[in-house]
């Protein structure tokens, strides 16, 4: 390995690079990062390609080279381990390097700055309420209701924002639960959705802090549901870590997207997510459908809402894109 150092610091688009010889002739060289080929091989002297830190996480990996002659014989090189440290924002720490912002709404109004409104099966319409404990940007918060009886397997309302055919998405946004929330079989309840525009679509959710549902009610865990082929509908629960989260309590939520190199084929998109910062899920094996995402949904859905009125808050939602 001949770039980078091993040691180094890096940040944005770096060279990989890597020098091969052999007695008759270097047929290619593929690089690999902690283990995963990056790209495609490289064939011609000299031996390199550009790696785009942004997508991947923060901190430790090891680069290395893989040399291959024309009798199909190979060499190793030694690893080189650098340090990823891409910057981010204070208010969403997570939202990869170089992301261009879309949208950021931070709920002083129901309608305007590209959102839309509906309301569905509560008895209320949706509210922009008054306070002082929101952790973004007091007072003004979103405040969705289930009023009592509603909601069966449906939303109580619905807030839409239109994307333009984006392949690589960031949201955020900060949410709570009324104290008096209940769970549903399912889970806490659906959260927000991308939907694509040859149909299907990925929503964030509450899960139960069992698997298989048999310990249901708070605290609750945050993961992703895609609803596409080849998966119908797939569940994908932390596999990092797990930020529990109680009704009446406020917490930050970022997801991150990246559709994969060959929709359906190639298996490396991603779906990663944080919870008050902490990675709690990290999915480098994604298939995408041949499509893009064309519009973004808070439309938290439950099975029922039960016998009082709940709430769900939200302060501010922020789109990024690439």
């Known amino acids: 390995m001949t770039a980078p150092t091993a040691g180094a610091t890096v940040s944005g688009t770096i060279t990989v690079a890597a020098n091969a010889s052999d007695n008759v002739g270097v047929a290619g060289v593929r690089f690999k990062r902690d283990g995963a080929n990056l790209g495609a091989e490289d064939t ?19 680069l290395t080279a893989v040399a291959r002659d024309a009798d199909g014989n190979t060499a190793t090189a030694a690893a080189v ?32 700055n590209g959102w839309n409104y509906l309301r569905r099966s509560s008895a209320l319409d ?22 009592a009886g509603c909601c069966n397997d449906a ?18 946004w900060w949410i709570k639960l009324s104290p008096n929330w209940i769970p549903n079989p399912a889970g806490g309840g659906k959260i927000t959705f ?46 990092v870590a797990t930020t529990w989260i109680n009704p009446g309590e406020w917490h930050r939520i970022e997801f991150y997207y990246r559709w994969e190199t060959m929709p359906g084929v190639s298996g490396d998109g991603i779906i990663r997510w944080w919870v008050d910062g902490t990675l709690n899920g990290d999915y480098t094996n994604v298939h995408y459908p041949a499509a893009s ?8 859905t439950v099975q029922y809402a039960g016998s009082q009125d709940r709430h769900m808050y939200m302060d501010h939602a922020y789109v990024s894109v690439r």
Do not use: C
Request: proline share 10%; aromatic share 12%; hydrophobic share 35%.
């Open 194 to 239: 991308l939907f694509a525009d040859v149909g299907g679509q990925v929503y964030t959710n509450y899960y139960h802090p069992s698997d298989d549902g048999s310990v249901q009610g708070a605290p609750y865990r945050i993961g992703a549901n895609t609803e596409w082929s080849p998966y119908g509908q797939k569940i994908w629960l932390p596999n």
């Open 81 to 112: 381990t650098v340090t990823v440290s891409n910057l981010v924002s204070a208010i969403w720490p997570n939202e990869p390097l170089g992301m261009v912002p879309f949208n950021n709404q931070p709920w002083d109004a129901l309608t305007g």
């Open 44 to 62: 011609t002297a000299p031996y390199s390609i550009s790696l785009n830190t942004t997508s991947i996480l923060n901190g430790s990996h090891a």
């Open 155 to 172: 939303e109580p309302a619905v807030h839409w924002l239109g994307l333009p055919n984006v392949k690589e998405i960031f949201t955020g």
């Open 293 to 300: 995402f064309v519009e973004f949904q808070i439309a938290p």
């Open 126 to 147: 949706s509210t922009i309420a008054t306070d002082s404990a929101v952790p973004f940007s007091p007072s003004k918060e979103l405040q969705i209701t289930y009023t």
